[in-house]
């Protein structure tokens, strides 16, 4: 059964980076059949889709997080990172990782399963 | 930026019927997906493609589309089911595809 952890720090300072892992345990992250996703959730909100990553190394980000953001994959780990650049307290949420389903057609693509999160606090 | 708009709330008593709709403009040309979040809980998948439902979900949860909108009906609904529900869908208008979560629906069972 696949299952997916996040870690990394629970705490991150203003204009800090963020930088969680996701291990990918029960299957192979190289798989071609699958994408791998990082999702938000700030404390009592919604969810909020932050980008995907292929284990090529091929991404696509949410434009609204662009700028900041980078994901990475380390196939002879099982592992995919997210960094967030200049961080602020609106980025303090839970921090969800998930594979995703390949689009066969554009945007034809889920999540599934999830991590169980990690809560990330920005605050000096 | 695209939207999928949820009801906030749906009270239900138990065995009745519940019906969450998702409303967005680009569900014509796009599957709609749902996921059942419990309190200190991550999302877990219920209905793909509109109307799928993966392995291990009852079959009192079911989904359908008509438009520009989707509905995720729970049949004889448990306690259990008392959760928020998001919709996903994806705006493909762009060079790369959108991934949008809907504003989410607290389903209380009375």
């Known amino acids: 059964q696949l299952q997916l952890q996040e870690s990394g720090p629970g705490l991150v300072k203003p204009s800090e980076t963020l930088s969680l892992t996701c291990t990918v345990s029960?299957?192979?992250?190289?798989?071609?059949?699958?994408?791998w996703g990082w999702i938000r959730q700030p404390p009592g909100k919604g969810l909020e889709w932050i980008g995907s990553?292929?284990?090529?190394?091929?991404?696509y980000y949410n434009p609204s997080l662009k700028s900041r953001v980078t994901i990475s994959v380390d196939t002879s780990k099982n592992q995919f990172s997210l960094k967030l650049s200049s961080v602020t307290a609106a980025d303090t949420a839970v921090y969800y990782c998930?594979?995703?389903?390949?689009?066969?057609?554009?945007?034809?693509?889920?999540?599934?399963?999830w991590g169980q999160g990690t809560l990330v606090t920005v605050s000096s | 930026s695209y939207e999928l708009t949820q009801p906030p709330s749906v009270s239900v008593s138990p065995g009745q019927t519940a019906r969450i709709t998702c409303s967005g403009d680009?569900?014509?040309?796009?599957?709609a997906y749902w996921y059942q979040q419990k309190p200190g809980q991550a999302p877990v998948l219920v209905i793909y493609?509109?109307?799928e439902r993966p392995s291990g979900i009852p079959e009192r949860f079911s989904g359908s589309s008509s438009g520009t909108t989707v509905t995720l009906t729970i049949s004889g609904v448990q306690a259990e089911d008392e959760a928020d529900y998001y919709c996903?869908?994806?705006?493909?208008?762009?060079?790369?595809?959108?991934?949008?979560f809907g504003t989410g629906t607290k389903v209380t069972v009375l």
């Open positions: 998930a594979r995703q389903a390949l689009p066969i057609v554009v945007g034809w693509s889920w999540f599934d399963p």
């Open positions: 029960g299957g192979s992250i190289s798989s071609s059949s699958y994408y």
């Open positions: 990553i292929y284990y090529s190394g091929s991404t």
């Open positions: 680009a569900l014509p040309k796009q599957y």
């Open positions: 493609k509109d109307s």
């Open positions: 996903q869908s994806a705006d493909s208008s762009g060079t790369y595809p959108l991934y949008v």
